[in-house]
């Protein structure tokens, strides 16, 4: 086929022929209508003989995957090995779920030998989380009565292995009511169906026990001593802070459950702290009580009799009175020899961090408005994670980097509620940064954060990146393996164009800017179409996930 028709130079474009011109346009396209043609039905027979080779193919392969089936690896692995397999499935950070998408559900659906080994393993199912369906009315009984057949067919599975169990109450208080629009009548189920059932396997409970429930429901443990769960070592309880609604309060701090013999980890809210749980505070290595300093019922004194009855601690989590009384003169340091992770939330400049002496500190995490942590930190030469939360004084920042342990691995700084009145608004800029640029500050740095830097700088932050990686040990290998940075303002300069040769190199860097998008004005502003933004305050921006797992 040749260009040259007199029309060529027309293709392509809004020209209109004339009626002789469309004659003569036909007559240019008739041969090779006549030949695309002749290439369809030539295309089409092939067509029908590839699909016939397609199916023969199909017929062999079938054949052929269904004999190597049978000399797959897997099926000549012994039970016992298959068993361990299965377990190494379960998740570890928590108990399993009732869900059809992970082990060990998910194991008994891939093949009947497979469901039959995983019912027949009965450390599978030794572990469950339950959460109670929203019940509103009669209409929704069927779903519970079906969630609590599942997990009594659960736990009866699990034979007579120690048990880990959290139940999750959906409302804390359901109130009844009827569906005028059916008539039927309100129904509801017993708040505390699943405890009461639950209660019956009390003699094997044992890890991650954990019941963030109503008080109501929480009465169906009352009657458990410390003799019904022999083996229970850690328990988690999570009630609404008062005041209740009527008819659901307990003395569930009094429950002899607590006092069970080998009880060694503990965690609870700071709003229903009482310091009379039964507790045998002397075997305690891990204890929580956590929640939001607003309305925590521990201060500052109370935490540390507290933590004084508790001399095995390895781990603890605080978090006291926003506002706390000072502890009195003369009061005595507490002595945690054992204690390797801290982390508390302690408001406003409050005295417990004068008053603790943990020699084995490791990892330490701190929320809080402190004046000054280099008293404190100069006492920790083994710190290798300090993670802090406050509006410290540019001095006091800069003296904080002073005195770090030689030994941190882990760096983290980010913003604490709404600074000061006093505070500068933003202290850590590029000079703070460059303090680390020194080799004497935290020499075996492998993590760095920061959270909501407005005023560093992204050639200052490339600066301390390139001068931490020139700092190298006795084999040439720099110690520096992450940094991450959340920004408060639009990006200056793309970092990871200069710093590509260690990014290549294995350096994890993220850097976060807040979307531009979301800080210039929508045309749209002031009409229902306009889109919605996340704050109203300021710039709008997230951080991943897994950031906030970490800090």
Not at 341 to 355: A, I, T
Request: with cysteine; proline share 9%; aromatic share 8%.
């Amino acid at each position: 086929m040749s260009n040259d028709s007199p029309f060529s130079r027309y293709l392509g474009t809004n020209y209109c022929p004339t009626d002789d011109e469309v004659l003569e346009i036909k007559s240019l396209v008739a041969e090779p209508t006549r030949q695309l043609l002749a290439l369809d039905k030539e295309i089409s027979q092939l067509q029908k003989s590839v699909e016939k080779l397609q199916e023969e193919r199909q017929t062999l392969s079938t054949y052929v995957d269904e004999y190597k089936a049978l000399i797959s690896p897997i099926r000549r692995v012994s039970q016992d090995v298959l068993s361990e397999i299965f377990f190494a499935c379960l998740p570890t950070h928590r108990n399993c779920v009732m869900s059809a998408s992970e082990a060990p559900v998910l194991l008994g659906r891939i093949c009947s030998s497979w469901r039959a080994l995983s019912l027949a393993t009965p450390r599978l199912w030794a572990s469950l989380h339950i959460a109670e369906p929203r019940v509103r009315s009669g209409l929704h009984d069927d779903k519970i009565v079906q969630r609590l057949e599942v997990m009594k067919t659960w736990l009866g599975r699990s034979g007579q292995c120690p048990l880990s169990i959290s139940f999750q109450c959906t409302d804390y208080y359901v109130e009844p009511a009827d569906d005028a629009s059916t008539g039927i009548l309100p129904h509801p189920v017993p708040v505390d169906v699943f405890p009461r059932e639950l209660v019956s396997f009390a003699r094997r409970w044992r890890h991650h026990v954990s019941f963030l429930t109503t008080s109501a429901a929480f009465e169906a443990l009352a009657h458990l001593s410390a003799e019904d769960v022999p083996i229970l070592e850690s328990i988690t309880v999570r009630l609404p802070p008062p005041p209740f609604p009527p008819d659901v309060v307990t003395e569930w701090t009094q429950f002899g459950m607590f006092a069970g013999p080998r009880v060694s980890k503990f965690s609870t809210l700071g709003s229903c702290f009482s310091h009379s749980i039964p507790l045998r505070w002397h075997l305690l290595t891990d204890l929580d009580i956590g929640g939001s300093v607003w309305d925590s019922r521990l201060d500052t004194e109370g935490a540390l009799q507290v933590l004084s009855r508790c001399p095995q601690l390895q781990k603890v989590t605080l978090a006291t009175k926003f506002m706390s009384d000072p502890v009195p003169s003369g009061y005595p340091p507490v002595e945690l020899p054992h204690l390797h992770f801290l982390e508390l939330d302690v408001g406003v400049n409050p005295p417990v961090l004068s008053h603790l002496r943990a020699p084995e500190l490791r990892r330490f995490i701190l929320r809080g408005r402190i004046a000054s942590l280099s008293s404190f930190l100069s006492l920790y030469p083994h710190l290798e994670t300090f993670n802090v939360g406050s509006y410290l004084t540019k001095s006091s920042l800069l003296e904080t980097l002073r005195v770090l342990s030689p030994a941190l691995r882990s760096l983290t700084f980010h913003m604490y509620g709404p600074p000061p009145q006093d505070a500068p608004m933003i202290p850590f800029d590029d000079d703070v940064l460059a303090a680390l640029e020194h080799h004497s500050c935290c020499p075996l740095l492998e993590k760095f954060t920061l959270m909501a830097a407005h005023t560093i700088s992204d050639r200052a932050l490339q600066r301390f990146i390139e001068t931490r990686m020139a700092m190298t040990d006795d084999h040439g290998a720099s110690s520096l393996k992450q940094v991450r940075v959340l920004f408060g303002r639009p990006m200056e300069l793309d970092i990871k164009i200069g710093l590509k040769p260690f990014l290549d190199a294995g350096l994890d860097i993220e850097t976060l800017y807040p979307n531009s998008s979301q800080t210039s004005v929508s045309p749209w502003t002031g009409l229902a179409e306009a889109p919605q933004r996340a704050s109203e305050s300021g710039p709008v921006y997230y951080y991943p996930a897994h950031w906030g797992r970490e800090l």
